[in-house]
């Protein structure tokens, strides 16, 4: 990878990335605040594992059909105009929420549609933010850019759950939305400040169909940018489905209250953002990121099986950070070899079909509902550990070409 500033932070030098960063920060606190709170809502209405399953899944739906078309508008146009327009809508649906909450109006299927129509503009918001990071960073800190960008949304997966969880206790599911709200508000104050340098666009010369194939056709023809698109599915699969489950563990295994929930919620992203804020300061020097990606989806696996073994909530929280700090090795690491790898007139297009991976998390998701209601949570997150095991093994022997990956 490109030689470049050694310092965690260089990155945050750059005034519209600040803005950039710093908008992940809200934005992705009020989607944690957000998931806790949907997940308590529905298991105390209706106590049903598949139904908790469903809603967590559905979120992720919206990126199969969407997300392709969101990386197509992403290199054809305007992509701080379209965070505006995807950033007013999320808005008003968090804000709609509260207020059938607040009117005692709330039944299942608002939970269901609230989730359904807020995946639908994360499918396109996510892709465009995305391939935003390379126009407002230098290239020799792009990594950096990706490290600490992946780093904003795990260090808010400590603090909105938790902030879920105590809203919860304090002041119900409506406290929960209106602060969703209020974080999204302030994320558009910074769209707004923000000035993305022009850039040349070379996609709307042809059909939105044919832009399409022209990612597709990338994807397939380039060994690494495939392998990895590949083996991204298996923890979105098997990996990270377990999190549909915590109110299960929460009230049933471990028999703690809404704040455990919270902190059950939380440790991950506390691991997370401790490798992330380690990547951001070795992103640079990373000499074999394949393997790094490997290594990382089998730990992944081993910490999946000791968690569903731990029986009290310390040994649980433990296990869940060590699992968070891998899981995002991961992703962030692939993330930064796509980011590396591929042409910027591509980048949106390519970047929308590795957030396809997210649409298949939606059958992660109902299969860990309906085993947990058949098998129970933990033997379910048990066999989802072994799954991850054997594919990544499958990966090492098949998969050549990101083993051999150097920076």
Not at 243 to 269: E, N, R, S, T, W
Not at 302 to 318: C, D, G, K, N, W
């Amino acid at each position: 990878m490109t030689p470049g500033s050694r310092s965690t932070f260089s990155s945050l030098r750059n005034r519209d990335f600040r803005y950039l960063w710093a908008g992940t920060c809200f934005i992705s606190g009020g989607l944690w605040i957000q998931q806790v709170t949907l997940g308590w809502a529905i298991y105390e209405m209706t106590r049903s594992s598949i139904l908790l399953g469903a809603l967590n899944g559905l979120r992720f739906l919206p990126f199969l059909i969407f997300s392709p078309l969101a990386g197509v508008a992403a290199d054809r146009s305007d992509r701080r105009r379209l965070m505006i327009t995807t950033q007013w809508f999320v808005l008003a649906t968090a804000a709609g929420m509260g207020l059938v909450v607040s009117l005692d109006l709330l039944e299942v299927w608002h939970l269901f549609a609230f989730t359904l129509v807020t995946g639908v503009v994360w499918s396109f918001s996510e892709p465009v933010r995305q391939a935003l990071i390379p126009d407002v960073v230098p290239r020799a800190e792009l990594m950096n850019a990706v490290a600490l960008n992946s780093a904003a949304f795990n260090f808010t997966k400590i603090i909105g759950p938790s902030v879920g969880g105590v809203l919860i206790a304090m002041f119900g599911l409506a406290g929960n939305f209106y602060i969703q709200s209020a974080t999204y508000l302030f994320v558009l104050w910074m769209i707004y400040r923000m000035h993305v340098p022009e850039r040349v666009v070379d996609a709307t010369g042809s059909s939105v169909l044919s832009n399409l194939r022209e990612g597709i056709r990338y994807v397939w023809s380039e060994p690494v940018v495939f392998a990895i698109m590949a083996t991204a599915m298996v923890p979105r699969l098997f990996a990270m489905p377990y999190q549909a489950l915590m109110p299960i563990f929460q009230k049933d295994v471990l028999q703690v209250g809404p704040d455990g929930l919270g902190m059950m919620m939380a440790a991950p992203g506390l691991g997370a953002m401790l490798v992330m804020l380690s990547v951001a300061h070795f992103a640079n020097r990373v000499s074999r990121p394949g393997l790094l990606m490997i290594a990382a989806l089998l730990l992944q696996g081993v910490f999946l099986i000791l968690f569903a073994l731990m029986r009290t909530l310390p040994l649980s929280l433990l296990t869940l950070v060590v699992l968070g700090g891998f899981q995002v090795l991961f992703m962030s690491v692939s993330n930064m070899v796509l980011h590396m790898t591929v042409p910027d007139q591509l980048r949106g297009r390519v970047m929308s079909i590795y957030m396809l991976d997210r649409g298949i998390t939606p059958a992660g998701a109902l299969l860990a509902g309906v085993a947990a209601h058949f098998i129970g949570a933990p033997y379910t997150v048990l066999g989802m550990g072994a799954m991850v095991l054997a594919l990544a093994a499958v990966v090492v022997a098949f998969m050549p070409s990101l083993r051999k990956v150097r920076a």
